[in-house]
Each structure stands twice: as structure tokens, then as C-alpha cells.
């Protein structure tokens, strides 16, 4: 079997992609985890709501009822807002959403250079410390994000 040799610039043309790929699905996964938990406190509040207002239609006997029924949707409602914040799924989806733009836009350069030029050696390690330093800062901010809400 023949070996076939990578060149430098499809290894870092693969690799880039690689990470372009993964931050998209990341952040489109966490953007749709975001976006349920909203829509599930929406309509939980709107329920709780309107079970609260049922009250002033209802027989006066069925008074607790409807109170024990808000209770219980008042807890599920924090219960599932303290949840989307403990999973940070916003946060997150707009820190992989800001990663994958930036490898996209170092993805343009690579493009646009290699097709105006032959790259040298010395290029394609800048270009690839400039995906090291996007990725290293990923991590970097997260770290912070992290530490300022105080969580783990």
C-alpha cells in the first residue's frame, strides 16, 4: 500500500475544519437546550397564570385546589429556571457561537492567502498559533465565566 504524504497546509486546513465543525454543533446544541428551558418557564408562567385567575370562576371550594396547583407550578418553574442556569446552556451556546466565528474568519485568511501565494513554512505556523491562541482563549473564558458565577 502507498503512503500518501499530508501536506502542511491540508493538515491545518483538516484540523480547522475539525474545530469549525465541532463548535457549530456544540453551539446549535446548546442553543436549542437554551431555548427549550425559555419556552418551558414561558408557558409554565402562563399556566401558572392562569390557574391562579381560575380561582375567581371557580366554586369557592375548590379554592385550594387551585392554590396547591400554583404551588405546584410556581415550583416547577423555579425549579426549571434554576436548572437552565445551573446548566449555563446560554452561555454557552454564545461563547461556542464566538469560537467557531473566529476559526471561520481564520478559515477566510487561510483561503484567501494560499490562494494568492504559496505558503511558506512560517505561515502556516502562524496560522496555526492563531487557532492555538482562539482555542487556548476558548478555554481561558470559559475558566472565567465559570469562576465569576461561581460554579463548577
Not at 491545518?12 to 446548546?30: A, G, P, Q, V, Y
Not at 390557574?51 to 426549571?80: D, M
Not at 512560517?122 to 496555526?128: H, I, M, N, P, T
Not at 481561558?140 to 465565566?145: L, R
Request: net charge positive.
Amino acid at each position: 500500500m502507498e503512503s500518501v504524504k499530508i501536506t502542511g497546509i491540508e493538515s491545518l486546513r483538516s484540523s480547522l475544519d475539525l474545530d469549525i465543525t465541532r463548535f457549530s454543533d456544540e453551539s446549535s446544541k446548546h442553543k436549542r437546550l437554551h431555548r427549550k428551558y425559555q419556552r418551558a418557564v414561558i408557558i409554565l408562567t402562563a399556566v401558572t397564570t392562569v390557574v391562579a385567575g381560575s380561582g375567581l370562576i371557580l366554586p369557592t371550594e375548590s379554592g385550594k385546589i387551585v392554590q396547591f396547583a400554583v404551588l405546584c407550578l410556581t415550583a416547577s418553574t423555579a425549579a426549571i429556571s434554576a436548572w437552565s442556569e445551573m446548566r449555563r446552556a446560554r452561555e454557552l451556546w454564545q461563547h461556542e457561537r464566538d469560537i467557531f466565528y473566529r476559526l471561520v474568519d481564520i478559515r477566510r485568511e487561510l483561503v484567501f492567502v494560499s490562494a494568492n501565494r504559496e505558503l511558506k513554512p512560517q505561515d502556516l505556523e502562524d496560522f496555526f498559533k492563531k487557532i492555538a491562541d482562539v482555542l487556548g482563549s476558548s478555554t481561558q473564558k470559559w475558566s472565567g465565566i465559570i469562576e465569576k458565577n461561581g460554579s463548577s
